[in-house]
């Protein structure tokens, strides 16, 4: 699906001539097909009057330009009859605001997408909605939900927005699964953690290294009495002091 305004400012080429016809100037939207009639062109003095080209002339919809099969195929905008009203009509999709049956705002409509093979409308970017969870960012909608493309409003059906594609419930619950690892992850590390020391308590006072050593004794002085002495064996000298 193509945004209508990578249409705008396309060059125009004729596969047959091999020329460059100019520019996309505008889209003609036909409201009751939802899709795209014609293609206004910008002709930057190729023709000396506006043309258009019929949307069922268009070969291709390409990243750098569109292509028709030949010249003829642009013209003048009186000799089409049926397209004259819609060009006359100037009907426009951005900018409209969005309003369901049962009289919900939805939103102001700020880019359609059209499908480059057949012209038809496939959807309707909104924004600066007023339902619940949509306050603010943009929302998409279908075309199938749509019944009037008016001057004035564009009408959707009732209920539909139930149907809308929101982009902040979808960032929500990103945030929402990110919360969650960042919190799981904090309570795996805390008890980690929790266990490292735990065990490091243990193995300082039950280290091996501690208990394999050979207990230190103490060498027999005539100061310190044995260790298997008591006090009261210990020879007491009766000489004079002194």
């Given at each position: 699906m ?8 396309l060059p125009?080429?004729t596969?047959?001539?091999g020329?460059?016809i100019g520019?996309?100037k505008?889209l ?8 795209l009639?014609?293609?206004v062109v910008d002709?930057?003095g ?5 043309r258009?080209i019929p ?12 292509t028709?099969d030949?010249?003829s195929?642009v013209?003048?905008?009186?000799s ?6 819609l060009v006359?009509e ?6 409209t605001?969005m309003?369901?049956?049962t009289g ?7 880019e359609y997408y059209?499908?480059?093979k057949t012209?038809?409308?496939?959807q309707?970017?909104?924004?600066g909605?007023k339902?619940?969870g949509?306050?603010s ?9 749509i019944?009037?493309i ?6 959707s059906?009732?209920d539909s927005e139930?149907?809308l594609t ?6 929500s619950?990103?945030i ?5 690892s960042?919190?799981h992850l ?5 008890h980690?953690?929790s266990s490292y020391f735990?065990?490091?308590k243990?193995n300082?006072?039950?280290?091996p290294?501690v208990?394999?050593?050979e ?6 002085t005539?100061?310190t009495?044995?260790?298997?002495q008591t006090v009261?064996e ?6 004079p002091?002194g």
């Open positions: 193509k945004p209508s305004k990578k249409y705008l400012s125009i080429i596969l047959q001539e020329q460059q520019y996309v505008s003609i939207v036909n409201a009751s097909t939802k899709a009639a014609a293609i002709t930057k190729f023709f000396k009057d506006q258009i949307y069922s002339k268009v070969v291709s919809v390409g990243e750098d330009a569109i028709i030949k010249e195929h013209e003048k905008t009186s089409l009859p049926e397209l004259l009203e006359k100037k009907l426009t999709i951005i900018g605001k309003v369901t049956e919900k705002t939805l939103g102001i409509a700020d059209v499908d480059p012209g038809k409308i496939t309707i970017e909104i924004s909605g339902i619940e949509f306050l960012g943009k929302a998409w909608i279908s075309a199938e939900y019944t009037t008016g001057h004035d409003v564009i009408i059906q009732r139930n149907a929101v982009a902040d419930k979808g960032l619950d990103s929402k699964n990110l919360m969650h960042t919190s904090a309570s795996e590390t805390t980690t953690i735990s065990k490091g243990f300082a006072a039950v280290s290294s208990l394999d050593k207990p230190i004794i103490l060498p027999e005539e100061t009495p044995p260790v298997n009261s210990i020879p007491i000298s009766k000489e002091l």
